[in-house]
């Protein structure tokens, strides 16, 4: 990073690039038309455009996902975003509720975000994945299930 090109501002954790030296590529980014990889886990691929991405986008308050689905099951994990808001656009393909591809073709959706770096909190990462752990008493009743089945869940995470 050549400073040079930066002022002294700081803002969202990042420096203020000179408007006076903005170029087109601070606002572009490729590839949102090509269908990406799905065999994984989940049968599922997210392509981000945050400010990480798009430099463009600092100050604006803005990003924007694509999210690709397998076909009969895809799965985007349940999931927050701690600093966004969300709205999400089904443009290929049946989901339900918003995660998961229930079709027999492959599904597309694009979701925008209320913040340019909106973060990310996947719900079995943070409840069974979580350091150092919930207990598994509580957990379980929580969730209704036996002990030994918090046990397990945990135990893969």
Known sequence: MNLKTFHTLFVNGK?????????ADDFYFSS?????????????TVTPVNV????????LGISMVRIDYAPNGGLNPPHTHPRASK????????????????????????????SENPGLITIANAVFGSNPSINADILAKAFNLDRKMVKNLQSKF
């Open 32 to 44: 949102l038309h090509i269908r990406k990889n799905t065999s994984n886990t989940f049968g599922s």
């Open 52 to 59: 990480a991405q798009m430099p463009g986008l600092h100050t």
């Open 15 to 23: 420096f203020c690039k000179d408007a006076k030296l903005g170029k």
């Open 87 to 114: 709205i999400l656009v089904v443009l290929e393909g049946t989901l339900h509720i918003g995660f998961y591809n229930i079709g027999n073709t492959y599904a597309i959706t694009f979701a925008g975000l209320s």
